[in-house]
């Protein structure tokens, strides 16, 4: 696989648009996997089967990882395999039968982490709009804020050199961190694309439309909705689905949430 992913990185940033996160969790999935074949006495590609990924599989679930962990494993080695498959590296597809373990019942209205994914990487274009909509995607999966604060947000309660926004709603006032891939989108909004959605107009909000003024919270929505249609989820998508799928994965990677909920 040493030779292998490198290439399936590339198709995922080149072709695929997929976000930094997305990569990220790709990337370290199938890590985890090589090293356990290598371990096994697996080290060509060619010589993987489905009893090796079975058995990878179990040994997940025997480390006590969550249902969802051990499916998103499952979805990663699946998309790997399936794009050497199609690049004629293996003569079969040894995924092909695999199977993600059941996942209970999900909360209503709660969006998978691959749902979710799908979501964050769909606005992956340079236009001034798309940067802002990345954005705001990013900064909300990220802090787990409500839609009417994002929305709100001035402009100089982002701060960029500390990884934090500066919050305040109802009198509450927080001091939310965010990552790296929250920062890049931000960095790059801000840098590319901000000045020319405002067309000259002055806005003290973070965010503004394509008329250079603040964002409304249905323009918000119409915009993930499109998003959510070209990631392909059937689901409905309320703000309260958005909000609660979020929190539980913040809550999923370990994160405290009573600064930010």
């Not at 989108?185 to 973070?206: F, I, V």
């Not at 409304?216 to 958005?242: C, E, H, M, N």
Request: hydrophobic share 35%.
């Amino acid at each position: 696989m040493s030779l292998e992913l490198p290439l399936f990185i590339d198709y995922l940033k080149e072709q695929k648009n997929a976000s930094d996160s997305t990569v990220d969790s790709y990337q370290r999935d199938l890590r985890k996997l090589e090293s356990y074949l290598i371990d096994h006495g697996v080290d060509e590609i060619g010589n993987v089967t489905a009893t090796n990924l079975n058995s990878y599989i179990l040994y997940l679930e025997k480390q006590g990882l969550s249902t969802a962990t051990v499916s998103r494993n499952v979805a990663s080695m699946k998309a790997f395999f399936h794009y050497i498959y199609r690049k004629h590296e293996i003569a079969d597809d040894p995924t092909e039968d695999i199977k993600a373990p059941h996942i209970e019942k999900k909360q209503p209205g709660i969006l998978s982490v691959y749902e979710t994914a799908r979501l964050l990487e769909q606005p992956s274009g340079d236009t001034p709009k798309e940067l802002r909509d990345r954005a705001m995607l990013e900064l909300l999966y990220a802090t787990g804020m409500r839609v009417s604060e994002l929305i709100s947000l001035p402009l100089d309660a982002v701060h960029l050199n500390l990884n934090y926004v500066y919050c305040t709603d109802g009198g509450r006032e927080r001091v939310i961190p965010f990552g790296d891939t929250a920062k890049q989108a931000l960095d790059h909004y801000l840098k590319d694309g901000r000045s020319a959605l405002l067309k000259g107009n002055k806005c003290d909000c973070l965010f503004v439309n394509c008329s250079g003024r603040a964002m409304s919270r249905q323009g918000f929505w119409k915009l993930v909705k499109y998003y959510a249609s070209k990631a392909g989820i059937s689901s409905d998508i309320t703000p309260q689905t958005l909000r609660h799928s979020f929190a539980a994965h913040l809550l999923w990677n370990g994160a405290p949430l009573e600064s930010n909920f």
